[in-house]
């Protein structure tokens, strides 16, 4: 991690935060932190994996946590992976999205997961009747039950009627939330099936987690504190990956972000930190105006693969009349996406604005486990230094109740 | 259009910031207003398609400008699009998506579209090399050059290279910038290859702006009033579409409104509107609770589309344990998408944001040109209220010098 910005705190106030999320990680309270620990889960997965050989095609039937974290890594390690497996998510209930998500699907080769925390998430609902409706699936012929497992917390409703039916069902630990849930089977067993590494993936989050928790992080506390005490004159946190790779994460850390830190703190005033993502380099052609030339009302952080694995070269060749573009031939186009990161960061920090730069090695599960847990760590110290609780969401229940009465009406 | 905050303004006020419109409408300064009637691309377009019509591939090279338009318009349409030709966006530099995108192209059936409205993007011209390199092309045979067509400004460097090979070219109006030339050549080109009408596109936009300028639209003058006169309080404008089909419709809109709207104003102040783009129901499941309980920093705009053309009905099934989600069944998917919208919309009120609604009739030509207007339109009005340049960018140049710079040194 690069600053380019002043993390001038006292070690008291450090030493404060760092006190305060270490009895949070000690408590039984929240649960994410010790995914990481249980070889169970793994354990669940693998044991389960022979009998899903058969499978070519997953649909992810789930929204909002149940889904962008398996979206999110899957796409940064898309390029690694040589299975001949492939994953759809089922999120929408537009009906143009489900009939696009279920063209082509191959009933006999395909695997559906209907992941709900809750277990009663009225979308996720509806599509599974839809998808049961499609392909005329009874459950009292046994044939039909691989074809489906559930992730769902234990007891939900989606769980009985699973246990009634004797469909397999993987759990998520009551003290994990959706949005922090990607490392359990909802990340975990999709990615598993698909061919990933999720050991190393665990161990890439452990890595982070047991250096932090044993030898402290400062930077990050830092960080932390800075983001909070700033949350009133730069509200809004834009993370700007320069790979496009890092679409779904974006939304992944929108969510996150949104989602944990907006809420109502315990003087009854409203708090919160808008999380924008950008690509780069595309969005320095939408966006980089804005940064460069708007309010000072933003932090900017970057984010930069070193991963030169797969990488391909800008031809040697001139164009006639083109020449002027010609200063990068030769080099790779990773070098070009990184040197224009470095150049936008300079450039956005010439504008005043405070930048800093995550350098992630390459597009491996265990540096892809890392950024994931760094990004939920901040969040847990972001929420405990601005004294509001990053895991609940009451602000999404009048929505709900709202739209139940516009149907029972 | 509705609205759900005051939009009380003296007749003078809207009377000024209509007269002011009205005089750079009549302007020859910008000219995406006159694209409108220009039949003349439309008839060289239409003129030039029966030499394309082997196309079974488009691939649209091109960023920010150049591709956001056309992506935005395909996906809004995508469900009507009977013929058998495909597009990709080859936008990014990042290896791995370049890969991506022309993985299984079939050279003798694509058609390759090179946009830039300066002649010499980098990304752009460096992914054109590329492509030369990869499918061998040597522009002193004959049988490559309707591959390759160019979109760019009249005596662009990329115009004067199209030139001296007799590559096709299409221009660009020097006085229409790039985020404001969907409606020329640049989205009117890849959109009738792929089949669309492109005349009902421009007549959808037609019918606003002739509308407009004929009889005012008070409503559309008042929202922009609204919008700048707030700026300070809600500097963030979140565009909540309920379909999926809008996900790049958002894309667009973030470049179009933080591009032109973020600026220094003639006093030497910052000023700028932050554009987020979200989908629902999708991301009642990400940025919600932000929206309910974080600080009133946003106003919300939400789109509906009222089209049960191609819907698909819940299925009339109870699930054993899951009754509570029996209350959508035997309503359409668009019915329960709508609700949603409705009921979300009304607990965002509720918690004391501005909020407007834009229906939409249906996914046609006509409706999709009026909307792509709209936006443009009430950019153009916000700017001017703003007393900022809503058509340049000079923030993006510093960056544009220091990447020079890091190669050259």
Redesign the interface.
């Given at each position: 991690m690069n600053f380019f910005y002043d993390l001038d705190y006292e070690e008291g106030e450090v030493n404060a935060l760092f006190k305060k999320i270490k009895s949070e990680y000690e408590s039984e309270k929240v649960g994410y932190y010790h995914l990481l620990d249980s070889d169970i889960s793994v354990a669940e997965i693998n044991s389960y994996l022979p009998q899903a050989k058969w499978v070519r095609t997953i649909v992810v039937m789930g929204?909002?946590?149940s889904s962008?974290g398996t979206k999110a890594i899957h796409e940064l390690l898309?390029?690694s992976n040589i299975s001949n497996k492939s994953i759809r998510f089922l999120?929408?209930?537009?009906?143009?999205?489900?009939?696009q998500v279920l063209t082509g699907i191959d009933f006999d080769e395909t695997i559906f997961l209907i992941i709900s925390k809750s277990?009663?998430t009225?979308?996720t609902?509806?599509n599974?009747?839809?998808v049961?409706?499609k392909f005329n699936v009874d459950f009292s012929k046994l044939k039909f039950n691989k074809h489906f497992v559930f992730i769902t917390d234990k007891d939900s409703?989606?769980d009985?009627?699973a246990k009634?039916r004797e469909l397999k069902t993987f759990y998520i630990p009551k003290n994990v939330g959706?949005?922090f849930s990607v490392l359990s089977s909802v990340g975990l067993l999709p990615l598993a099936i698909l061919g990933y590494d999720i050991k190393e993936l665990l161990n890439g989050a452990k890595l982070l987690r047991d250096r932090f928790f044993s030898f402290g992080y400062d930077n990050l506390i830092k960080k932390a504190l800075y983001i909070s005490e700033n949350s009133k004159n730069n509200?809004?946190n834009v993370l700007f990956s320069y790979?496009?790779?890092f679409k779904n994460f974006n939304?992944w850390y929108?969510?996150l972000w949104?989602?944990s830190?907006?809420?109502?703190d315990i003087d009854n005033k409203?708090?919160?930190?808008?999380p924008?993502g950008l690509?780069g380099?595309?969005d320095?052609?939408?966006?980089?105006?804005?940064?460069?030339?708007?309010?000072?009302?933003?932090s900017v952080t970057f984010i930069k693969v070193n991963d030169f694995q797969?990488?391909?070269k800008?031809?040697e060749?001139s164009?006639?009349?083109?020449e002027?573009?010609d200063?990068?031939?030769g080099?790779?186009?990773?070098h070009?996406?990184n040197?224009?990161c470095?150049?936008?960061m300079?450039?956005?920090i010439?504008?005043g604005i405070s930048v800093d730069l995550i350098e992630v090695d390459d597009f491996s599960e265990k540096s892809v486990g890392f950024l994931i847990f760094y990004y939920e760590l901040l969040t847990s110290l972001t929420a405990l230094a601005l004294d509001i609780d990053a895991y609940n969401?009451?602000?999404?229940e009048?929505?709900?109740i709202?739209?139940?009465k516009?149907?029972?009406d």
């Open positions: 929204i909002g946590g962008l898309y390029s999120e929408s209930v537009g009906p143009n999205a489900i009939k277990g009663s009225i979308e609902i509806s599974f009747k839809y049961l409706e409703k989606l009985k009627f009634s959706g949005r509200p809004i790979s496009s790779s939304e929108v969510q949104g989602e830190l907006g809420k109502i409203r708090v919160g930190l808008t924008i690509v380099s595309i320095q052609h939408s966006f980089l105006q804005l940064l460069t030339q708007g309010p000072h009302d933003k797969n990488d391909i800008i031809p060749q164009i006639e009349f083109l002027d573009c200063y990068v031939n080099y790779s186009f990773n070009l996406i040197a224009q470095d150049a936008t300079q450039s956005v010439k504008s969401q009451p602000g999404v009048s929505g709900k709202i739209l139940k516009k149907f029972r």
